[in-house]
């Protein structure tokens, strides 16, 4: 039996997490109170239904009984029940953001005062993030960019490495997104703008990215790259960083720096890491001349 506690700050997407684990078959009961989890799962053993895979919901929201999550966790270990902890992570600032979004009340804010009470429930929260199995942070993913992280690692059973590698592609006309952490500039590549044909295209498709990758510098430096995030990725991690933003640029955004995005991505991917990517401008306007 697969047995899943779902746990993590408010606003930081569990409620969608029910419903991804219900699509791959998990029983799902959200919010139960961290005292039943033992009994629960003590019934779910004997129980004629047998079922195989079951997602417990337990966080902030039930007060003070959330208290109870650790003795709960102990209990289990007792009984030789296995389990893992799936912890959803935000930034404050995201988090205020999607309360201000959804017009909703912090649960431990009744005063109106949303940070402090984020960072109450941060204090709270530390000891079970610290016992977690899987920590996801969706400050920057999307519905779908979560759904599929959770498909990779809970039915396609994907390694867990304690890193989401979030990729951007993007172009320097419209500045560099603010919340990178690395930003590589590919404008030494020749740029397909110039080529007739191409210059309507994105990088996306296959003849842009035959451009971009038949250059000798293009291979060498997408290995390097490669080579250079795989070798920071474990030392990230040691150091607790849940999600690495590497911006990839180019002047449109439209071409070298998507191609560029792509392979990265899928190499990541091959290699079983847990990466997402976005391509921030490629649908602008690429009007004006290009560098």
């Known amino acids: ?61 039930g007060g003070k009984m959330f208290w109870d999550i650790l003795p709960a966790l102990e209990t289990l270990s007792r009984m030789d029940i296995e389990y893992k902890i799936l912890f959803l992570d935000a930034t404050d600032n995201v988090l205020i953001k999607r309360f201000k979004e959804t017009r909703r009340m912090h649960p431990l804010s009744q005063d109106g005062r949303m940070a402090e009470g984020i960072a109450e429930e941060r204090h709270i929260l530390q000891s079970i993030k610290e016992k977690a199995d899987y920590v996801i ?15 990779r690692l809970f039915l396609e059973g994907g390694t867990y490495k304690g890193l989401i590698v979030r990729i951007v592609s993007f172009g320097f006309k419209y500045g560099i997104p ?32 035959s451009y971009v990758m038949s250059f ?44 560029i995005s792509q392979k990265l991505y899928s190499k990541l991917r091959k290699n079983d890491y847990s990466a997402v990517i976005e391509h921030r401008d490629i649908d602008r306007d690429d009007k004006g001349a290009a560098i």
């Open 1 to 61: 039996m697969e047995f899943l506690i779902i746990t993590g700050m408010s606003g930081a997407g569990k409620s969608l997490c029910v419903k991804y684990f219900e699509d791959i078959g998990y029983f799902c009961v959200d919010n139960m109170p961290p005292s039943l989890i033992p009994k629960f799962a003590e019934m779910t053993l004997q129980s004629q239904s047998k079922l195989d895979k079951i997602a417990l919901i337990a966080d902030i929201r």
């Open 137 to 151: 942070d969706t400050s920057n993913l999307t519905p779908r960019q979560l759904r599929e992280e959770i498909l």
């Open 178 to 209: 603010m919340d990178s952490d690395l930003v590589f500039d590919v404008r030494f590549i020749p740029n397909p703008y110039y080529i007739a044909e191409l210059k309507p295209k994105t990088g996306l498709e296959r003849d842009v990215a």
């Open 216 to 259: 000798s510098e293009t291979k060498v430096f997408l290995n390097k790259l490669n080579d250079m995030i795989q070798f920071l990725i474990p030392y990230y991690v040691k150091e607790g960083k849940t999600q690495l933003i590497i911006s990839i640029g180019c002047t449109g955004g439209k071409h070298r720096s998507v191609a």
